[in-house]
Each structure stands twice: as C-alpha cells, then as structure tokens.
Nanobody
Framework: QVQLVESGGGLVQAGDSLRLSCAAS????????MGWFRQGSGEEREFVAA????????YYGDSVKGRFTISRDNAKNTVYLQMNNLRPEDTAVYYC????????????????WGQGTQVTVSS
C-alpha cells in the first residue's frame, strides 16, 4: 500500500504563487503516474495535472495550463505542484493522486488518494 500526504496549502491573494507538496510512503515502487485533482465547494472533482514516473511526460487541465507546473523528485518520493498567478476560481481542496498504471490513465485509474490540502485565493 501507499500513503500520500499533501502540504503547502493556505490563504493567498489573487496573482500570488503557492507550491503544494505530496509525500509518498509505503510501497512507493508501485507508483507510476502521480498527479493532482481539486474540488471546490459544491463542485465536482476536476483534474489539475499529472506526471509520469520520471516526470518527463506531463498533462494539465485546460483551466491551469500555462499557470501550474507539476514536477517529481523520486529521491524524496515527492511530487510538487507549482501554482502561479492564482485566481479566486482556483480555490478548492487539492488532492494528490497516484496510479500504478500509465499516467495517461490517471483520470480513471487512481489507486491512492491523499487527504487533501485547502487552497484559498482571495480577490
């Protein structure tokens, strides 16, 4: 089994930047793709970003493309989400996710979820 723990959320102003971290523990060798989803209050879960095992292949949701960057540090078993030019509509609980399959399938093959970290962007 794998455990994922997010950190780095907080309250920021529009236009600010924030970096989220997700630390994996346990049977981390099982992880292939890792990524991030988010869910605003009263809204459905939305795909944000994902990266392959090496970090060489990345995917982004349309709403964050060009503003967010995902990266991985396998030596630390950690995935990061650098969020720039934050907007109030980015306000949500951000969840780290991992798949044992190819990263391209992460939207429907999440095997491990973190507990989430709150990001609030004020106007």
């Amino acid at each position: 089994q794998v455990q994922l723990v997010e950190s780095g959320g907080g309250l920021v102003q529009a236009g600010d930047s924030l970096r989220l971290s997700c630390a994996a523990s346990g049977r981390t060798f099982s992880l292939s793709g890792m990524g991030w989803f988010r869910q605003g209050s009263g809204e459905e879960r939305e795909f944000v970003a994902a990266a392959s095992r090496t970090g060489g292949v990345t995917y982004y949701g349309d709403s964050v493309k060009g503003r967010f960057t995902i990266s991985r540090d396998n030596a630390k078993n950690t995935v990061y989400l650098q969020m720039n030019n934050l907007r109030p509509e980015d306000t949500a609980v951000y969840y780290c996710a991992g798949t044992e399959f190819n990263v391209a399938t992460i939207r429907h093959n999440v095997h491990y979820w973190g507990q989430g970290t709150q990001v609030t962007v004020s106007s």
